[in-house]
């Protein structure tokens, strides 16, 4: 049992870049945030900040940004329950949110890759700066910030770069380091008490010796969804005298691109391992914190993965296993007090409503139904059945020879599984829109809905074509 995770500072991620909650629904989510046992938020906005001035494109169109006001009122709500804030600002790569932007397409590191930032030119620095400082005069009271700077795609190959590298002793990582540096000493000539992290996996391939640069001026946060031998390069870290440390697990948005429902135990498991590797460290490291992360698109242009209310099973399981220092009884017994259920899939414990039932519970029961119906194997193989596959062929209908009897078996078929999954996708719908504006309800029937139901409403589409070229009425057949 290790009592230095245990005692340290547990952040939840907040990825609004996709889904943000409305308004009075994230105020919910952060008191339940505290109640779990969280001490804070890291909260990544990307186009869902009010930006001004010049940086006022990189604001969403699909939805309107979060206002200055209500960025007040979420930091109000935190502060209220004790929660400290960092924010989270892209700074080299995964900036898809800025550099899809024409205005800024010459910043880009190669033409065709929206996430990487040329690290050579004026503009981009000015570009980056000028996030950092809007972002944290919104922020006044916060200590710490994150500056990103993970999977930093494509660097080396810009033109620039390759004139830059072309110097001899010159590398790519001496390249990434040199950009970090340059956005931490301008953030910290305005700040210079503020606190900078950063993602370490485009560290991890580098020396002691190389980093050792970085050691007063950022701090790494080790994510170990993606990392293979954690204590090994967090002691390679303090030997590069980066004593102090962060962690970052997972609670959802880390299984698939397009995952809707979130596995408890999966999520569990992380944060036991986690729990392993806190007690093999050396007592040099000294353990800042550990960020839950809840990613709602693996980048800002990638589908929507599992939405908050399904994955705050999850959440709370992972928190009450690092306060309690395993999955215990105890831990569980809180979770099912506080949400009713440790696990979302356990549709039965969700809508019998017996206990303490969580905001956006009933959406979460509802999707993860719908989920359940789009995965059968009687909607995903229904061109694969004995009556498709029989009688009901590309063959058949090109030479017209088909069974009206049995085409109308299949039409009537199709369109029973059709209507059900429409009448639980409106459930969904109305459900969600309590909870999300309806650009984000339509976004996620679109991403995960349409696709695996578009199969079937073609083949409907064909019988009724037959049918009504054979000059059979299909409503009076049905």
């Known amino acids: 049992m290790d009592l230095s995770l245990r005692s340290c500072k547990k952040f939840v991620h907040l990825d609004l870049k996709g889904a943000p909650p409305r308004i009075g629904y994230l105020i919910e989510l952060i008191q339940l945030f505290a109640d779990l046992g ?10 869902m900040f009010p930006y001004e001035g010049e940086l006022k494109v990189l604001q969403s169109t699909t939805q309107p940004p979060y206002s200055r006001e209500e960025i007040v009122s979420i930091q ?40 990487t930032l040329n690290p050579h030119r004026d503009g981009g620095d000015k570009l980056v700066q000028d996030m950092l400082q809007q972002i944290m005069k919104l922020h006044p009271k916060s200590t ?8 930093v795609y494509m660097l080396g190959l810009g033109d620039e770069s390759k004139q830059w590298l072309s110097v001899p002793g010159r590398s790519v990582h001496q390249m990434f380091l040199s950009h970090v540096i340059k956005v931490a000493k301008g953030i910290q000539e305005s700040s210079p008490n503020l606190k900078l992290i950063m993602w370490d996996d485009m560290l991890r391939s580098m020396s002691p010796e190389t980093i050792k640069v970085l050691s007063y001026l950022v701090l790494k946060m080790l994510d170990y969804f993606t990392c293979t031998f954690p204590v090994m ?17 997972s609670f959802k948005g880390s299984t698939t691109v397009h995952t809707c429902v979130t596995s408890t135990q999966r999520h569990v498991d992380n944060h036991l391992q986690w ?47 690092l306060v309690h220092g395993g999955f215990t009884e105890e831990a569980q017994k809180k ?20 206990s303490c039932s969580f905001a956006g519970a009933k959406l979460a029961e509802l999707i993860v139904k719908l989920t359940s119906l789009l995965e059968s194997t009687e909607l995903r193989h229904f061109q694969n059945n004995m009556f498709v596959r029989g009688w009901f062929t590309p063959y058949h209908k090109q030479k017209k020879t088909v069974s009206p009897l049995i085409v109308q078996q299949i039409k009537t078929q199709a369109k029973m599984i059709l209507d ?3 009448s639980q996708v409106q459930e ?40 009504n070229e054979m000059g059979l009425c299909t409503e009076s057949i049905s």
């Open 38 to 47: 969280a001490n804070g938020l890291l909260i990544e906005y990307e186009d």
């Open 76 to 115: 109000d709500a935190a502060n209220s329950r004790g929660l400290e804030i960092i924010p989270l600002v892209q700074t080299f790569g995964h900036l898809e949110f800025v550099l899809k932007h024409e205005v800024f397409r010459d910043l880009r590191e190669v033409d065709y890759c929206l996430g």
């Open 144 to 151: 710490s910030l994150h500056i990103g700077a993970d999977e």
């Open 233 to 249: 390069l967090m002691e390679r870290y303090t030997s590069a005298g980066m004593l102090q440390q962060w962690a970052a697990s």
């Open 275 to 321: 729990l392993k590797v806190a007690s093999s460290l050396s007592a040099d490291i000294e353990l800042q914190g550990i960020a839950l992360t809840g990613w709602q698109r693996y980048d800002h242009l990638s589908v929507l993965c599992e939405l908050m209310p399904v994955g705050l099973p999850s959440l709370a399981s992972c928190l009450q296993t």
């Open 335 to 354: 979770v099912v007090k506080t949400l009713g259920t440790v696990d979302v899939g356990d549709t039965e414990r969700l809508s019998s409503r017996t």
């Open 420 to 422: 059900a999954v429409e």
């Open 428 to 467: 969904v719908r109305g459900e969600m829109c309590l909870l999300y504006l309806d650009s984000t309800v339509q976004e996620w029937v679109v991403q995960h809905v349409t696709p695996v139901l578009e199969p079937l409403h073609n083949l409907l589409r064909d019988t009724e074509t037959v049918l």
